[in-house]
């Protein structure tokens, strides 16, 4: 289900672009548009939840199965084991999940888009 007027599910219908890393059936990950750290990127379901504790248990822990994969990707992606992740829920009104590197030991430039979602697609 989507929201009208949710920039979220605007991404997830292809109405707006982002640098998508990871996407299946019920997930999409994408790029930060304001990373904290290289490969800073948000998870979100598809389908439209307010905030992550509103997903049902099933989809919750899926979606930290993709969180899971990313992490693991940004480990060998960025140079450090400390990845971070984040649920806040008051910037965008549909549940998302930050995942990115510890700033202070990310390598790379948190701006290069294209090559820090190229590492994360390599390493999933």
């Not at 905030?51 to 480990?75: G, R, T, Y």
Request: charged share 25%; aromatic share 10%.
């Amino acid at each position: 289900m989507r929201k009208e007027g949710c920039v979220f599910c605007k991404i997830v219908a292809g109405e707006i672009t982002s640098t998508k890393i990871y996407e299946d059936a019920d997930f999409v990950a994408f790029l930060d548009i304001h990373p904290l750290s290289s490969g800073h990127t948000l998870v979100i379901p598809k389908d439209h939840y307010r905030f992550v504790w509103d997903m049902p248990n099933e989809v919750l822990c899926a979606c930290f199965d993709v969180v899971q994969k990313i992490a693991h990707s940004m480990q060998k992606s960025f140079g450090t084991d400390e990845i971070h992740e984040k649920v806040v829920g008051d910037e965008v009104h549909h549940a998302h999940v930050w995942v990115y590197p510890n700033p202070t030991k990310a390598i790379g430039d948190r701006k290069d888009f294209v090559a820090n979602a190229e590492k994360i697609r390599t390493n999933l």
